[in-house]
């Protein structure tokens, strides 16, 4: 079974989180002028702990991409912005007990554009598609268990993304 | 008088706040071992509020900067993280009631790299050195006036950045 991977948008992605994107929220002009300030992109959600600011640097996986588990974050959100423009790859599914393999959906980023997953959505680890790619995260510290894997059974179909 | 930016490392800077760069902070291979996580590497201060997550675009301003006014944000902190990975100028002073032109300092800041400005410090606003430079911004929302503006007095010499 592949996956086709679709353009990322706010409206498609909505179910899942937000997406960060000049161009969205809220504008102001500030700074004299000089900057334009796109205001509250995302949700940040830290129920019971606190905001992390974390660098993730990624590295690419053998193309197609094996897709053979999804992971959540039960008490918090997570975001991923990219630091040096570049583009990756998303799947998701939404929040909930279980996943079936007909629920999983595949977006392509461009880069200077981030996603928030919300609590409690599935998404597949960081898909780099770069040597040493290097993404802005903001998630949640504090107590609790805040990770969830699900790793697909045996009865699956094998899962690919392009 | 004229400013002379040095090269941004956490030593140095970390009289304002925090420097955000892989290779800093607690290091995790996660991900099947397909991601280093640089853990923590900004106090998120949002007292009383909540946090927010922004774009940033700015301009460039004409060289030398004249560097005119400081602000700071006594209710929370706020990072500037390059969306693709350009370089920046930042100009700061230690938090405090007051300024004078000796306690300005300026750094450089390569791309890749972002800052966090700790709760109260001065700083000049963004210093983009690229036409529509996006910077991630993680700050604070919530009730209070998070804002102080400081307009250089007449009897202070002219101040500029190269």
């Known amino acids: 079974m592949e996956l086709?991977?679709?353009?990322?948008?706010?409206?498609?992605?909505?179910?899942?989180?937000?997406?960060?994107?000049?161009?969205?929220?809220?504008?102001?002009?500030?700074?004299?002028g000089t900057t334009e300030r796109f205001h509250d992109l995302a949700k940040v959600d830290v129920t019971g702990g606190y905001t992390l600011v974390n660098i993730f640097r990624g590295q690419p996986?053998?193309?197609?991409?094996?897709?053979?588990?999804?992971?959540?974050?039960?008490?918090?959100?997570?975001?991923?912005?990219?630091?040096?423009?570049?583009d990756y790859l998303i799947v998701v599914a939404r929040a909930?007990?279980?996943?079936?393999?007909?629920?999983?959906?595949?977006?392509?980023?461009?880069?200077?554009?981030?996603?928030?997953?919300?609590?409690?959505?599935?998404?597949?680890?960081l898909l780099a598609?770069?040597?040493n790619s290097d993404f802005l995260v903001i998630d949640r510290g504090g107590p609790g268990d805040n990770l969830d894997e699900f790793w697909f059974p045996d009865n699956w179909p094998a899962i690919s993304l392009r």
């Open 61 to 86: 996986r053998p193309r197609p991409i094996a897709i053979r588990m999804m992971e959540r974050h039960p008490l918090g959100s997570q975001a991923f912005v990219p630091m040096r423009g570049q």
């Open 129 to 131: 598609l770069e040597s």
């Open 96 to 125: 909930g007990k279980t996943i079936e393999p007909g629920e999983l959906h595949a977006f392509s980023a461009e880069g200077g554009v981030g996603v928030n997953y919300h609590a409690g959505t599935w998404h597949h680890p």
């Open 4 to 32: 086709i991977a679709v353009p990322l948008t706010p409206e498609a992605f909505a179910p899942y989180g937000d997406v960060i994107a000049p161009g969205l929220g809220e504008r102001m002009a500030i700074n004299e």
